[in-house]
């Protein structure tokens, strides 16, 4: 998918809590969250140019926030910048997204069975209302995509390791765009949805083992569909 024809419509609404956080951060870091964030939801499409003109009209600041911006992602390994060319949205391997699976793999289980281990029954009540609201959203792509993906980062507030969190969050904005694809159809969703059933229930139950296991596969599940997604679409 193509990024906006009218750059102007980039610019998302902020909530009034999103505005006072933004202000602690300097302006070409708001520019490049904005982006990730876009480039997560599917506006920006893999491959897709970024034009800093544009980007610079869109958001009323000039060619070298924007310039910023576009570094501070090509470090979160979200955009490529070639000289001459200029800046495109990463477009992964296989073996790149086989790589940043693996890893995210393993972190996610770790997360869950830290969970498991430390799960209150106020937060298991919190994990099962959250997994209604997954329910809940089945049949909208995008809806589902973000609950989950709240879900996952829930699960890593359990495991109260703020190191492990950290990590987590730097994989799971190279592969946001990629977790969208791998719920794009209902049976895939409905597939996950089961998937996190067996996860929630292992949690809540303080079974860190099955928990580990469930969100390994889980994730290796949704490489997969990835995987077969891309190379339906010849992409990798």
Same mark, same amino acid.
Do not use: F
């Given at each position: 998918?193509?990024?906006?024809?009218?750059? =102007?419509?980039?610019?998302?609404?902020?909530?009034?809590?999103?505005? @006072?956080? @933004?202000?602690?951060?300097?302006?070409?870091?708001?520019?490049a969250? *904005?982006?990730?964030e876009?480039?997560? !939801?599917?506006?920006?499409?893999?491959? !897709?140019?970024? =034009?800093?003109?544009e980007l610079?009209?869109?958001?009323?600041?000039?060619?070298a926030?924007?310039?910023? #911006?576009?570094?501070?992602?090509?470090?979160?390994?979200?955009?490529?910048?070639?000289?001459?060319?200029?800046a495109?949205?990463?477009? *992964?391997?296989?073996?790149?997204?086989? !790589?940043?699976?693996?890893?995210? /793999?393993?972190?996610?289980?770790?997360?869950?069975?830290?969970? #498991?281990?430390?799960c209150?029954?106020?937060?298991?009540? &919190?994990?099962?209302?959250r997994?209604?609201l997954?329910?809940? %959203? &089945?049949?909208e792509? #995008?809806?589902?995509?973000?609950?989950?993906?709240?879900?996952?980062?829930?699960i890593?507030?359990?495991?109260?390791?703020?190191?492990? /969190?950290?990590?987590?969050?730097?994989? #799971?904005?190279?592969?946001? =765009?990629?977790?969208?694809? +791998?719920?794009?159809?209902?049976?895939r969703?409905?597939? +996950? *949805?089961r998937?996190?059933?067996?996860?929630?229930q292992?949690?809540?139950? %303080? !079974?860190?083992?099955?928990?580990?296991?469930? %969100?390994?596969?889980?994730?290796?599940?949704?490489?997969d569909?990835?995987?077969?997604e891309?190379? =339906?679409?010849?992409?990798?």
């Amino acid at each position: 998918m193509r990024g906006p024809t009218n750059p =102007r419509i980039l610019r998302p609404k902020m909530s009034q809590p999103q505005q @006072n956080a @933004n202000l602690l951060k300097t302006l070409p870091l708001q520019i490049a969250d *904005l982006l990730a964030e876009q480039i997560a !939801d599917g506006r920006w499409a893999p491959g !897709d140019r970024l =034009r800093e003109t544009e980007l610079a009209s869109s958001y009323g600041v000039s060619r070298a926030t924007v310039r910023e #911006a576009l570094r501070l992602l090509e470090i979160r390994g979200l955009v490529t910048i070639r000289p001459q060319r200029g800046a495109c949205v990463t477009l *992964l391997s296989a073996k790149e997204i086989l !790589d940043l699976y693996a890893v995210r /793999a393993a972190m996610v289980s770790t997360a869950s069975r830290l969970a #498991a281990e430390r799960c209150t029954p106020a937060e298991a009540d &919190i994990l099962k209302g959250r997994l209604r609201l997954l329910a809940d %959203h &089945i049949g909208e792509p #995008a809806e589902y995509t973000r609950h989950s993906r709240e879900l996952v980062e829930y699960i890593a507030s359990l495991a109260d390791n703020a190191i492990l /969190a950290s990590y987590a969050n730097d994989i #799971a904005r190279q592969i946001g =765009r990629y977790v969208r694809i +791998s719920l794009a159809t209902l049976e895939r969703r409905e597939r +996950s *949805l089961r998937a996190w059933e067996e996860l929630i229930q292992a949690i809540t139950s %303080h !079974d860190p083992e099955r928990a580990a296991a469930c %969100h390994y596969r889980l994730a290796v599940q949704n490489r997969d569909a990835v995987l077969e997604e891309l190379s =339906r679409t010849g992409q990798t």
